[in-house]
């Protein structure tokens, strides 16, 4: 596609509740990225996929966030039993190898009530 | 954790004049970039500039790097109001060029 796509834009969760946020990279950009923003801060590194092996989820908070990539294209960041301190904007970003600039997705804001 | 360090944190200007904004960072990098975030949406791209470079320019931008000071500056010219943004320089270190890891990031506002 000509750009990153994530869906959905928002996303309001109950507490407790378990959410898939979806990444669609621009095709054949082998390297993906998963930020947390919150409000008024920088984006935080999660965990980053080459094709489709995971080479680094140091970022990701706690073993309730588990991300994918099986085909080596969409990404699927998954957040299970849902807390308020995980209300943030979900940033996806595609690059079509390291050293290159990332194309950003508009983010997934998720909010937990 | 952080790597850059924006400065200043917010930065107030007259529509035409010229907007500098630095970024300090802690450890060796392969190549750092500069992002810049209008309100409520997605990161943009602006430029990227490797360690064995000092200076870039697109457009009315100029990015500056001097790494025996471990920091680099951007250099808005003339600007306009649709410059109004968070501006963000982000790092990829020398041991893991594969990621980037960003700063808190400078709030520019340019007055009409």
């Known amino acids: 596609g000509a750009g990153v796509s994530q869906s959905p834009r928002y996303k309001v969760a109950k507490r407790g509740q378990d959410v898939a946020l979806r990444c669609d990279p621009i095709s054949g950009h082998v390297s993906l990225f998963w930020y947390q923003q919150a409000l008024g801060q920088g984006p935080e590194f999660l965990t980053y996929f080459q094709n489709e092996a995971q080479l680094d989820k140091s970022g990701l908070p706690s073993d309730r966030f588990f991300a994918e990539r099986p085909e080596g294209s969409v990404s699927t960041l998954k957040i299970q039993r849902t807390q308020q301190e995980d209300s943030a904007v979900y940033l996806c970003?595609?690059?079509?190898?390291?050293?290159?600039?990332?194309?950003f997705g508009s983010g997934t804001r998720l909010t937990v009530v | 954790s952080q790597q850059g360090e924006e400065d200043p944190q917010a930065l107030s200007i007259q529509e035409g004049e010229n907007a500098t904004m630095n970024c300090s960072y802690k450890?060796?990098?392969?190549?750092l970039q500069w992002y810049r975030q209008n309100s409520g949406r997605g990161l943009v791209h602006l430029i990227l500039i490797r360690s064995n470079e000092r200076e870039k320019h697109s457009g009315r931008l100029r990015v500056t790097l001097d790494t025996s000071k471990k920091s680099s500056s951007l250099l808005i010219t003339a600007s306009r109001a649709a410059d109004t943004a968070s501006y963000f320089c982000a790092t990829a270190s020398v041991n893991r060029d594969d990621k980037i890891i960003f700063g808190k990031g400078t709030r520019l506002h340019i007055l009409p």
């Open positions: 970003a595609s690059s079509p190898d390291r050293g290159y600039g990332y194309t």
């Open positions: 450890t060796s990098i392969n190549n």
